[in-house]
């Protein structure tokens, strides 16, 4: 089905998305848009065959276009992506948010290409392609928008390539989508930034506090690494479902707090127990 990849974008996902199709499915040929500054790295990490600093070339001879830039940037390109693709084209993307980019993209794909919205539930603390890694997707969820059922062979084809990867498709609609992104991604960002800021000012009244900080802080703290830049358009584009999560954890810290030297505090601590042996189990 898929004889030609334009990867839009080949930093940690395209970068790694590339890098796995050089690994199970050589027998494609992945050309990179980029940066200038980036195409050479892709090239010499070995992600891409050929590179094209025009949009237009990358897309237009390619049977699936892999849009993994940032979520403004993916907006500002569908209208061109879907003008210059080729017709029998797959054009699929990475946003951690669904709901504003799919309807963008039924504004813009009228005709026989076909937008298929995607986000790889995988990813590290450090973006670019020298972090990217062939093995990123191996063993995580894939959402894709829309319906297993769906019968269409492009479609079929993308989520048995992303199989052939290691990856698991997770069939749901862009709503459903963003509400437990939210939740489950979103929000536990916006918690380690937040306890890294509470931390970082009372640092300053008691600077002897980080001395102490142990691994369990670390842990706690790894996503507060990930730069603004990354999290700006997710805050954008779903700041209604985050703004509930993070409301429904303010009633929760709420109620620890009145809960502190009463029964109701174990009950809390047994609550948290169960759900992280059921998640731990996952793995």
Same mark, same amino acid.
């Given at each position: 089905?898929?004889?030609?990849?334009?990867?839009?974008?080949?930093?940690?996902?395209?970068?790694?998305? #590339?890098? /796995?199709?050089?690994?199970?499915?050589?027998?494609? $040929?992945?050309?990179?848009?980029?940066?200038?500054?980036?195409?050479?790295?892709?090239?010499?990490?070995?992600?891409?065959?050929?590179? #094209?600093?025009?949009?237009?070339?990358?897309? $237009?001879?390619?049977?699936?276009?892999?849009?993994?830039?940032?979520?403004?940037?993916?907006?500002?390109?569908?209208?061109?992506?879907?003008?210059?693709?080729?017709? &029998?084209?797959?054009?699929?993307?990475?946003?951690?948010?669904?709901?504003?980019?799919?309807?963008?993209?039924?504004?813009?794909?009228?005709?026989?290409?076909?937008?298929?919205?995607?986000?790889?539930? /995988?990813?590290?603390?450090?973006?670019?392609?020298?972090?990217?890694?062939?093995?990123?997707?191996?063993?995580?969820?894939? /959402?894709?928008?829309?319906?297993?059922?769906?019968?269409?062979?492009?479609?079929?084809?993308?989520?048995?390539?992303?199989?052939?990867?290691?990856?698991?498709?997770?069939?749901?609609?862009?709503?459903?989508?963003? $509400?437990?992104?939210?939740?489950?991604?979103?929000?536990?960002?916006?918690?380690?930034?937040?306890?890294?800021?509470?931390?970082?000012?009372?640092?300053?009244?008691?600077?002897?506090?980080?001395?102490?900080?142990?691994?369990?802080?670390?842990?706690?703290?790894?996503?507060?690494?990930?730069?603004?830049?990354?999290?700006?358009?997710?805050?954008?584009?779903?700041?209604? &479902?985050?703004?509930?999560?993070?409301?429904?954890?303010?009633?929760?810290?709420?109620?620890?707090?009145?809960?502190?030297?009463?029964?109701?505090? $174990?009950?809390?601590?047994?609550?948290?127990?169960?759900?992280?042996?059921?998640?731990?189990?996952?793995?």
């Amino acid at each position: 089905m898929f004889a030609r990849v334009a990867v839009l974008g080949t930093g940690l996902i395209g970068g790694s998305f #590339a890098l /796995a199709l050089r690994e199970h499915s050589p027998e494609l $040929r992945v050309v990179g848009w980029d940066r200038a500054e980036v195409l050479p790295q892709a090239l010499a990490r070995g992600a891409v065959h050929e590179v #094209a600093g025009n949009l237009e070339v990358a897309v $237009r001879d390619a049977d699936l276009v892999y849009l993994a830039l940032p979520i403004g940037a993916t907006l500002d390109l569908l209208p061109a992506v879907a003008r210059w693709c080729s017709p &029998q084209a797959l054009v699929t993307d990475v946003s951690s948010t669904k709901s504003l980019v799919c309807r963008t993209a039924a504004a813009h794909f009228r005709g026989a290409a076909r937008f298929l919205g995607g986000h790889p539930m /995988a990813g590290k603390e450090r973006g670019g392609i020298e972090n990217a890694d062939a093995s990123l997707f191996r063993g995580a969820k894939y /959402a894709l928008i829309g319906d297993a059922a769906d019968a269409e062979p492009r479609v079929q084809a993308f989520a048995e390539l992303l199989r052939r990867i290691g990856a698991e498709p997770v069939w749901l609609s862009a709503a459903e989508h963003d $509400r437990a992104v939210a939740l489950l991604s979103h929000l536990p960002q916006l918690v380690s930034v937040a306890l890294a800021v509470a931390v970082s000012e009372q640092s300053r009244a008691t600077p002897f506090v980080p001395d102490l900080a142990g691994s369990g802080l670390r842990d706690v703290l790894r996503l507060a690494g990930s730069p603004y830049t990354m999290w700006r358009d997710i805050c954008l584009t779903n700041r209604e &479902q985050i703004s509930a999560a993070i409301e429904q954890l303010s009633q929760v810290l709420d109620d620890l707090r009145l809960h502190l030297t009463s029964p109701e505090l $174990r009950d809390a601590f047994a609550q948290a127990n169960q759900l992280y042996e059921s998640l731990r189990k996952l793995k």
